[in-house]
């Protein structure tokens, strides 16, 4: 059950009674003290200044008009006129033991389902996935997880960079290195063959012919060129699809809609932009030229569409595939996980999208951007020689640190464990890592601090959710067997229990805004309160059995909220460490 909408309902309602118009905003939020209650309505000074009124004298009104029986058991005017509200123990009480017995904590699948397209990894061909991809992949798959969790139908579109001019160029080079017998393999070196194919057609003349007739060629669909293609497209993807594995990620082979997907549609995006006069000529090239937009000279800043030799942009292929998603999709929402600073590039786009009327504005295209992921120094994170850091690399320092750690800790634990463990704390180390900071900011990556055990940390989480259990195990009781409505009376059993029934409102933020941090605050938080419980309430020499009986539901609770809540963030769990 979401209680802040239920509130704020609840709250416009009284406001309205008491004579606010029926769009007033009650802005119910959580209070950020326990001395104003759980939930605080702060719209009311906002309102009132409106309706010329006193807000104590509108918050008077409103609180006569409040109907919360069975929800809150007090509420305060305070200050200028915030309302609070105390919910009432019995309904938290109900609400628990709902939630409890219920395969998803208590939250139903969302009344109307969207079709959600979500745009993240999208890595390049014959190139080694790197540090952004790293990002946009971990943050996009948190966000496919919480869409699908509360219902939505989401398409994961993974739009690979595999097409281009360059494909000449690698088809050139893949032909030279069968030919020399080098045979596939050398691919296994992406970073490495790309180098190699850019150095040998800069320095060897028919080798560079070569590579642009095959450019040519592969545009016009020869079969001999598309084969060699798909082989690049084929043995890279199946790299990155190793750590899409490893990094237990949802993308699959199936969720590959690359560039050249849209290929075929770019000359007629470009003749309807023109002849929706969008579009001009301009020194050759095909131009739209925007308002919205200026150049250093302050004049309307025109965007490529289709160069003077007749190529077409990745501006070009992103307006295709905007329209693709709503006409082919049918998307009501498409969501992009890409770094902030390809933003001008896609407002370009999706400007031009508008304005060509390819997507209805009722069809919301979001660019959640983020930052770029920094080294300890403050700089783009590298390699100690300045280099890239391989993706495949880095997970693997990741599980060697992690290894170290986890067996410090359990030396007598069975290899096999140990090693289940070290997966779990180092990947999951790393995707929390990510996960727990704002988007839209740089982070620096610190090895020492993504792996600590205390902070909000995976390790620390994982732990969390381990004691938890272990906490239900020693009380030896099932499931099953836990029959009594819990009883909420000490302050640290309210605590804990308003902010379990706060998952489904933080589900909300983060499926509305994309920030998986926002989770990773609640369940820190959650974490936090459930030790504060669990040091002043004793559970197995609890006052009686019903006492006994209702604090083991909230322990049970805390660990099924723990679970699902690191689920829709990609992070494992497991049961001992
Ligand atoms: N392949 C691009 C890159 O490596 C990211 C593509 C993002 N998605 C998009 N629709 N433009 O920068």
């Known amino acids: 059950m979401n209680i802040q909408a239920l509130l704020s309902d609840k709250v416009s309602q009284a406001l309205i009674a008491a004579g606010a118009p029926a769009d007033c905003e009650p802005q119910v939020r959580q209070s950020a003290k326990v001395q104003f209650g759980d939930y ?24 006569a008009h409040l109907d919360l029986a069975g929800i809150a058991g007090k509420v305060e005017i305070a200050g200028p006129g915030f309302i609070n509200i105390f919910l009432d123990p019995a309904f938290l009480a109900q609400h628990i033991d709902r939630a409890v017995q219920s395969d998803r904590v208590g939250i139903a699948p969302v009344a109307r389902p969207q079709t959600i397209v979500i745009d993240y990894s999208a890595p390049n061909v014959a190139k080694e996935m790197h540090v952004g991809h790293l990002r946009s992949t971990i943050i996009g798959d948190a966000s496919v997880r919480t869409q699908e969790f509360l219902g939505h139908k989401v398409i994961r579109a993974n739009h690979v960079g595999d097409w281009g001019t360059q494909f000449g160029m690698l088809i050139a080079y893949l032909e030279k290195q069968q030919n020399e017998n080098a045979g596939d393999m050398a691919l ?26 095959y450019v040519v060629k592969l545009q016009g669909g020869d079969e001999y060129c598309r084969q060699m293609w798909r082989k690049l497209v084929d043995i890279t993807m199946s790299q990155n699809q190793i750590s899409y594995q490893r990094l237990n990620v949802t993308l699959t082979r199936d969720d590959v809609m690359g560039e050249s997907l849209y290929n075929p549609m770019l000359p007629g995006i470009v003749a309807d932009l023109k002849a929706k006069g969008l579009a001009e000529e301009s020194e050759g090239a095909i131009v739209v030229f925007l308002d919205e937009f200026k ?43 890409i770094d902030s600073r390809q933003h001008q590039h896609l407002m ?47 997970l693997d320092e990741a599980l060697e640190r992690a290894r170290r750690l986890v067996s410090e800790k359990n030396p007598d634990m069975d290899p096999a464990e140990l090693e289940k463990l070290a997966n ?32 909000n940390t995976a390790p620390y ?27 909420l009376e000490a302050s640290h059993e309210i605590q804990l229990a308003v902010r379990l029934l706060q998952f489904e409102e933080t589900l909300a933020v983060v499926a509305r805004d994309g920030t998986p941090h926002v989770m990773c605050s609640y369940l ?54």
């Not at 942009?313 to 992009?336: F, G, Q």
Request: glycine share 8%.
């Open 461 to 487: 989480m994982q732990y969390a959710y381990t004691r938890v259990l272990s906490v239900f195990r020693k009380a030896g009781i099932a499931e099953a067997d836990l029959s009594a409505v819990p009883v």
């Open 188 to 213: 296994a070196d992406l970073e490495g063959f790309y180098r190699e194919a850019k150095k040998t057609y800069d320095e060897d003349q028919s080798f560079a012919e070569r590579a642009r007739s």
């Open 40 to 63: 605080q309505a702060n719209g009311v000074m906002a309102i009132a200044k409106k309706l010329g009124m006193p807000p104590r004298q509108l918050a008077e009104q409103a609180v």
């Open 424 to 455: 779990a704390v180092g990947i999951g180390a790393v995707k929390y890592a990510d996960l727990s900071k704002n988007r839209t900011t740089d982070y620096v990556f610190d090895w020492d601090n993504m792996l600590a055990f205390e902070g």
């Open 524 to 577: 820190y938080d959650l974490a936090g309160l459930f030790s504060g419980f669990y040091e002043h309430c004793p559970i197995l020499n609890a006052d009686s059995d019903a006492q006994r009986q209702s604090r083991l539901k909230l322990a049970l609770l805390t660990a099924k909220t723990l679970k699902l809540g690191l689920d829709t963030l990609g992070i494992e769990t497991v049961e001992r460490m």
């Open 295 to 337: 150049n250093k000279e302050g004049e309307p800043m025109g965007v490529i569409i289709q160069k003077k030799d007749g190529g077409y942009l990745y501006t070009t292929t992103d307006i295709a595939c905007a329209k693709y998603r709503y006409e082919t999709l049918h998307a009501d929402r498409v969501l992009y996980y």
């Open 348 to 394: 370009q786009a999706w400007t031009i999208v508008r304005k060509a009327g390819y997507v209805p504005e009722s069809v919301a295209l979001e660019h959640h951007m983020f930052g770029m992921m920094l080294g300890k120094d403050g700089k783009p994170f590298k390699t100690r020689a300045g280099g890239t850091v391989k993706l495949a690399d880095l």
